[in-house]
């Protein structure tokens, strides 16, 4: 008897004990990383270079384009003044993740990675802040113009000084060269160091001296293919030599070191990273004291954290009625801009009856992209009518353009019946489809439901997670595959989806080639060469009207980026159209009153 | 509905077991406990109601559940719409109805399959003793060491999406706890003097643990039964809340509940409707659970 | 005693060795993999290919399974998959905030459903008791997140006296506890259904019982009899369940955690399944095992302590 008592005290305890240690023993796991190096971290390293601030004028005075003006003030400030040209604050923004995946800039493919990776790196010419459609210069000092050289293109980019590496544990902060740009793109070009590999073929990079970087191209390319490849998205961003070294690839996953206006402070899984402002960024002290990202899956739990003034910038969500919702909201401001990412339903052709022409063009009719729409809302995504949205891109076609040539397929379900009764499907017939959980992808998938039953095709939907949706789909599971993308330029949306190479499973480079399709493979490596803009935008275009003539992929609409933020912030610029699917937040971003 | 069922097939056994005047004034004993439990019968009635809600969807409900209307989403209740239209512009009072059907037979199919094979695992267990109890019990708690979420996911994602595998998914969730409750329980029955007594008279095992001890467990057995067939509905809710509930269009309180949160300050009329038939359905069962419990259990009745 | 116990623990190896080998084929078995999930649907099949060797993806599966026994038996849970990162650091980080969490929640459920189980139980058939059960049913109908939501609207919205999202800063014991009230009441009140109704049952039951009786008879006040006598017999069941509710709240507070946005071990652990982080997940799950055995033991050495007819 007794020792059973004795026993339950312990148990109490026990339990008492792990209840209290909940609170105290975290201290030494936690603590160090978010409490205690606040003050330590962000500025003793970067105190010192700071005199070399001295370089800023210099870039300042390099101005050579239109954006430029607008920062010249800027810099003027910051030396004279540091102190008060802060704002201050720490923004915290949630996006729609579970978590990170990789914060190398060369693996970052979601817009969670990219959105940090872009406050914490630079690249050799940007798109300027919130307008895609330009080009600056960003750690070079202006665009340069491509040579012919024996055949081969060659660009020469100078580098800006004093740009400086941020400090990572055992590297102290370096001004960034020539080297650390090589080796950066060497690696982007390199398939065992990144995902973007296939973008720098035929490239070779070259140090002529530690402030200026030869590119060579072996096949010449044109200037708005040229750009992207180097600029802030994707392989292009530029990491420090030396803390790639010391860090190594799995290190870099989750502590980004660059030349940006942030630097990686603490991170915790599937909860948040916290970076810090980098007081010696090139372009001047940052406003921010700085950016913590938190990971929220949960739309409802995003909006009421924002409500409720835990969080000052969430991921909305593209549909009308919650941005209807959250305007009247007190304090609470919504942007909706480009780019949007585009929904495509392509045709599998392996799986039959869509091998059957009639039957897909039966399926166009019988679909309608007002309906589409109107689950997401005019105002927030527009119907597109080839696979390379003219909206954003050159290459595209119009409504106009469309239906000039008879292929906008404009709804008309008493002649897609017929055209269904013609091909030997008098009553339609029974489909398989799976389905991401994603909300985005539901929607369109229950949609494509309901209208197909209009016309007696049943659709048996599944919904299975993200992960296994995207293995499924690439292994000729669904007849219909919708999908939503953005692809920088027309010739990425074509090689990707429509050229025989990327044909699923198959290809030679197996992509999202979902139709099996290769008929336009000849149009899309002529535009490719085609150094020719007028006659590049024609090869596209012409390559798209074949497409829609062999209706195997119906362009359903563009949904637009939806964001919400306290109005206190400042992004620092307008949000006209981001390329990147997130609004950026930069030195310039800042709280107002 | 599955608790009637479950419970009579013990009766039945019962009565072959004992095939005697004695059982037949005790049969009426049985159900006149229960009618003088006013709130019990209320129950009864209230799980018939739901029942037959479910059962005559497709005639009480004027519009069909699948119907898109895209125009007129999110409308509020009105005339046409008893109870407003959802997400997609669906009438979500016909939605409602036809969500009644597969919840129940969720709810209910899973906690039957989790209870058949919790309840046989912890008898066996409990009163075998030494190896056999040793075996099921460590099965139990390899099965208990899943998540039941994560189990969830997993059948779903291996499984894909669908009424059955959400059923086997719930159920194999659900069979353990049943069978670590029966197990204690019989631990404690076992030692009691009626049993010793029937041991000592020669009593096979089976007919002691029919007999004995199952009619003594059945009360507690009701009372987890009735209350995990609301967790069943929960946990469908909480599947379809990652994302991986019953394959759409169809609809559960679950998934009705999931996508109505999202706009529960500008249409709470999403959700709050099939969280009402939730707690209904759940109150239902309890009340009737508790019912069934007061009638099994033999030392209530004086 | 203490031989009992060594042998629960022995007889616990083999459920551990279960599970992993389970968890290992499962997620092995589940469509989709780490490095798809990783990079997302930009890159190409080039780039997963290179990852998936890098991951090791492209091992048998027996000499995977291997090498996960082997590092394991080395006492090293590895790293992510995905990130790269020490898992064992990551689970650090986050099981404070389980630990609370599922403690706060079952504490509120035991402390607002025993008194109302027993109080129903007392009161048995009488408006009290209606009242009680319709009240503890209306929190269990209602799944996690959508409770979640109401309380968030409710006390952070409306009258903003808690923040709605985030799991406060453990160093902090303030932010911390303010970030844990509305997520704990959120499960307990789930849980305060479940307890006060199997407190309910267990205490019709115990009142019934002869020596209750016989206390009655020798004349004991009825709260006496109730608290000193009958509570004790109704515990008996209560604590057998409190183990699995500990349990499942750990596993399945993952709902609760992703509203509230506050790390956990739920989170964690479906993150990783939906990610295809095999390794982390295996190793979350060893460490979730071995949870699950501690408490399921501590369970039954409680339950042999509350009720001494039970004799291993």
């Not at chain 1, 933020?565 to 930069?586: E, I, Q």
Request: net charge positive; glycine share 8%.
């Amino acid at each position: 008897m007794k020792h059973k008592f004795i026993l339950l005290a312990i148990l109490t305890i026990v339990l008492v004990g792990v209840a209290c240690t909940a609170a105290p023993t975290p201290a030494p796991t936690a603590a160090p990383p978010t409490a205690a190096p606040k003050p330590t971290d962000a500025p003793k390293p970067t105190e010192a270079p700071k005199p070399t601030q001295a370089p800023q004028p210099t870039a300042a005075a390099k101005p050579t384009d239109a954006p430029k003006p607008t920062e010249a003030p800027k810099p003027t400030v910051a030396p004279t003044q540091p102190p008060a040209a802060r704002s201050g604050g720490v923004l915290r923004i949630a996006q729609n993740a579970t978590d990170l995946n990789n914060l190398d800039p060369h693996y970052a493919t979601t817009t969670q990675d990219r959105s940090i990776v872009d406050m914490v790196f630079n690249a050799l010419v940007r798109y300027k802040p919130g307008d895609g459609s330009v080009f600056e210069p960003d750690l070079a000092t202006e665009l340069p113009e491509p040579k012919i050289v024996g055949g081969k293109q060659e660009w020469t980019f100078n580098l800006r000084k004093g740009a400086m590496c941020q400090p990572t544990d055992g590297v102290p902060a370096y001004e960034l060269t020539s080297e650390d740009v090589v080796y950066s793109l060497t690696k982007s070009a390199n398939k065992d160091r990144s995902a973007y590999a296939g973008d720098y073929t035929g490239m070779t990079f070259e140090a002529v001296n530690p402030s200026t970087v030869k590119i060579t191209l072996d096949n010449p390319i044109s200037k708005n293919l040229f750009y992207p490849r180097v600029s802030n998205y994707s392989g292009g961003f530029i990491v420090c030599k030396k803390a790639a070294e010391k860090l190594g690839a799995d290190k870099m996953k989750t502590m980004p070191v660059g030349t940006g206006p942030f630097m990686f402070k603490s991170y915790t899984a599937q909860d948040k990273i916290v970076l810090v402002a980098n007081d010696s960024y090139f372009r001047g002290k940052p406003q921010l004291d700085g950016v913590e990202v938190r990971f929220m899956a949960d739309l409802t739990s995003r909006e009421l954290g924002l409500r409720g003034g835990q969080l000052d910038v969430i991921n909305g969500a593209p549909d009308k009625a919650w941005v209807d919702k959250m305007k009247p909201v007190q304090n609470v401001q919504v942007d909706v801009f480009g780019v949007g990412e585009v929904a495509t339903m392509y045709f599998n052709l392996n799986i039959p009856p869509m091998d059957k022409l009639p039957v897909r063009q039966a399926i166009a009719y019988a679909l309608s992209r007002d309906e589409f729409l109107a689950f997401v809302g005019p105002t927030i995504g527009e119907n597109v009518y080839s696979v390379v949205p003219a909206k954003f891109l050159a290459g595209g076609l119009t409504e106009q353009e469309a239906k000039a040539k008879g292929l906008d397929f404009t709804t008309d379900l008493a002649k897609a019946k017929k055209l269904l009764a013609d091909a030997g499907y008098p009553n339609g017939f029974n489909l398989k489809l799976v389905t991401s959980e994603m909300t985005g992808y539901k929607v369109l998938y229950e949609s494509l439901q309901a209208q197909l039953a209009k016309i007696g095709i049943k659709a048996d939907v599944q919904v299975i997670d993200h992960t296994s949706f995207h293995n499924t789909i690439r292994q000729d599971a669904n007849a219909l595959v919708v999908y939503i993308a953005w692809r920088p330029n027309a010739d990425a949306y074509l090689t990707r989806f429509l050229h025989s190479d990327s044909i699923i499973i198959t290809g030679k480079k197996p992509d999202t080639n979902f139709v099996h399709y290769n008929k336009i493979d000849k149009l899309i490596d002529q535009a490719r060469v085609e150094l020719d803009a007028t006659k590049q935008v024609d090869l596209w275009k012409q390559a798209q009207i074949q497409v829609l003539e062999d209706m195997v992929a119906f362009p359903i609409q563009y949904q637009n980026q939806v964001y919400a933020r306290a109005k206190t912030v400042d992004y620092g610029h307008d949000l006209k159209s981001v390329l990147a699917l997130y609004p950026g937040v930069d030195e310039k971003t800042k709280f107002v009153k | 509905m599955a608790w009637l069922i479950h419970a009579s097939g013990i009766k039945v056994e019962m009565s072959m077991q004992a095939p005697s005047v004695k059982f037949v004034s005790q049969r009426r004993r049985m159900w006149n406990t229960f009618l003088r439990n006013r709130v019990a019968v209320l129950g009864l009635w209230l799980v018939i109601a739901v029942v037959l809600l479910a059962i005559g969807a497709p005639w009480i409900a004027a519009k069909d559940p699948l119907i898109q209307d895209p125009k007129n989403r999110l409308s509020a209740p009105g005339i046409e719409y008893l109870l407003g239209q959802d997400t997609f512009g669906r009438d979500i009072f016909a939605r409602l109805l036809y969500a009644a059907h597969i919840s129940l037979v969720v709810g209910l199919c899973s906690v039957l399959l989790g209870g058949t094979l919790g309840v046989t695992l912890g008898l066996i267990a409990g009163y075998s003793g030494g190896k056999i109890e040793n075996l099921i019990m460590r099965l139990v708690d390899v099965l208990m060491a899943f998540p039941s979420l994560l189990l969830g996911i997993t059948v779903l994602a291996v499984l894909g999406s669908g009424i059955e595998k959400m059923i086997l998914a719930i159920g194999i969730m659900l069979s353990p706890a049943f069978a670590r409750v029966v197990h204690g329980n019989t631990l404690s029955l076992k030692e009691r003097e009626f049993v010793e007594a029937a041991r000592c008279i020669g009593a096979r095992q089976v007919r002691i643990l029919r007999i004995h001890i199952l009619p003594n467990i059945l009360g507690d057995i009701l009372v987890l039964g009735s209350l995990w067939t609301a967790s069943a509905i929960r946990i469908e809710a909480n599947l379809s809340f990652i994302g991986l509930g019953i394959s759409p269009p169809t609809p559960t309180w679950g998934n009705m509940i999931r996508e109505g949160s999202v706009h529960l300050l500008n249409a709470p009329w999403l959700s709050v409707f099939p969280g009402l038939a939730i707690l209904v359905t759940v109150l239902a069962f309890n009340l009737l659970g508790d019912g069934l419990r007061d009638v099994f259990d033999p030392r209530l009745q004086l | 005693m203490a031989r009992y116990i060594i042998q629960r623990l022995l007889s616990s190896i083999p459920v551990f060795l279960a599970v992993l080998t389970i968890i290992f084929l499962v997620v092995r078995v589940l469509p989709g993999d780490p490095a798809t999930a990783a990079l997302g649907d930009y890159a190409s099949k080039s780039a997963v290919e290179a990852l998936r060797t890098k991951m090791g993806l492209d091992k048998p599966l027996p000499i995977q399974y291997l090498d996960f026994m082997l590092a394991l038996a080395r006492g090293d849970l590895g790293k992510s998959m995905i990130r790269g990162t020490p898992i064992i650091n990551e689970v650090l980080q986050v099981l404070p905030y389980t630990l609370e969490l599922t403690f706060a929640g079952i504490l509120i459920g035991v402390l607002l459903g025993i008194p109302l189980g027993v109080y129903a139980a007392v009161k048995r058939n009488q408006l009290a008791d209606y009242v009680g059960r319709i009240i503890s049913l209306a929190g269990l109908s209602v799944p996690a997140f959508y409770l979640g939501i109401l309380l968030m609207l409710l006390f952070a919205i409306a009258l903003q006296w808690l923040p709605a999202v985030g799991g406060g800063e453990i160093g902090d014991p303030v932010d911390n506890l303010t970030h844990l009230v509305l997520p704990a009441l959120t499960l307990g009140l789930v849980m305060t259904a479940s307890v006060a109704r199997l407190a309910r049952s267990a205490m019709l039951n115990v009142l019934s019982q002869d020596y209750v009786r016989t206390a009655r008879g020798k004349g004991l006040a009825e709260t006496a009899v109730i608290l000193g006598h009958a509570l004790r017999s109704a515990l008996i069941p209560i604590v057998s369940l409190i183990g699995i509710w500990a349990i499942s709240l750990i596993g399945d507070s993952v709902t609760t955690e992703v509203i509230f946005a506050r790390p956990g071990l739920g989170k964690m652990m479906v993150g990783a399944i939906l990610q295809r982080d095999y390794t982390a997940l295996q190793s979350i799950m060893v460490i979730y095992t071995g949870f699950v055995v501690i408490i399921n033991l501590s369970a039954d050495l409680i339950y042999g302590v509350v009720d001494p007819r039970i004799r291993h």
